[in-house]
C-alpha cells in the first residue's frame, strides 16, 4: 500500500524533474544552441545559456508532466484503469501539451516538416524510454512486495 503523500512529496517529484529536464536542455544548448538560436526560442541566447523565459517555459511544461504523472500514473483519482491505458493519456496529455507549447512559444518552426519529425521521433524514443523504465520499477516493487509476502507467509 502506498503511503499517504503530502505537498512536499508532489514539489520534490516537481523539482526532480525539472532538474532533469534543465540538465538534458543545458546539455543539448551546448551542443547545438548557435545553430538552433535562429530557428528555436529555446535556444534564444545561443550556447551561452537558457533565457529565463525559457527556464519559465520549461518548468510550466514539467508542472503539467508532474500532475499529468499524479492523474494517471498513481491510484491517486483513478482506480480501475489498466495501466497501459494510463500510460497512454499520460503521454497523449504530454504530447499535446509539448505542441501546443511549440505553436504558443515558437520551439519549432510548425511549417518545417522535418522540425515535426524531429520532435516525433525524439518524443518517441524518450517516451520509450520512459515506459521501459516505468515498467522496470513496476517489476521491481511487484518484486519487492511479493518478497514481503512470502516473508509474511512464512
Request: glycine share 4%; aromatic share 12%; with cysteine.
Amino acid at each position: 500500500m502506498e503511503e499517504k503523500k503530502t505537498i512536499f512529496n508532489y514539489i520534490s517529484q516537481l523539482f526532480a524533474i525539472y532538474g532533469v529536464v534543465t540538465a538534458i536542455f543545458v546539455a543539448i544548448n551546448l551542443i547545438i544552441g548557435n545553430e538552433a538560436k535562429s530557428v528555436s526560442t529555446l535556444f534564444s541566447l545561443g550556447s551561452t545559456g537558457l533565457s529565463t523565459s525559457t527556464l519559465i517555459q520549461l518548468f510550466i511544461l514539467v508542472v503539467i508532466v508532474t500532475v499529468d504523472d499524479n492523474i494517471f500514473l498513481t491510484d491517486l483519482l483513478i482506480k480501475n484503469m489498466p495501466l497501459l491505458l494510463r500510460n497512454i493519456l499520460f503521454f497523449a496529455v504530454i504530447l499535446v501539451t509539448i505542441t501546443v507549447f511549440a505553436a504558443v512559444f515558437g520551439w519549432f518552426p510548425l511549417n518545417n516538416v522535418g522540425s515535426w519529425i524531429g520532435f516525433i521521433v525524439s518524443f518517441s524514443v524518450c517516451a520509450a524510454f520512459s515506459a521501459i523504465l516505468m515498467r522496470m520499477e513496476e517489476k521491481a516493487e511487484n518484486r519487492k512486495m511479493q518478497e514481503a509476502l512470502n516473508k509474511l507467509k512464512k
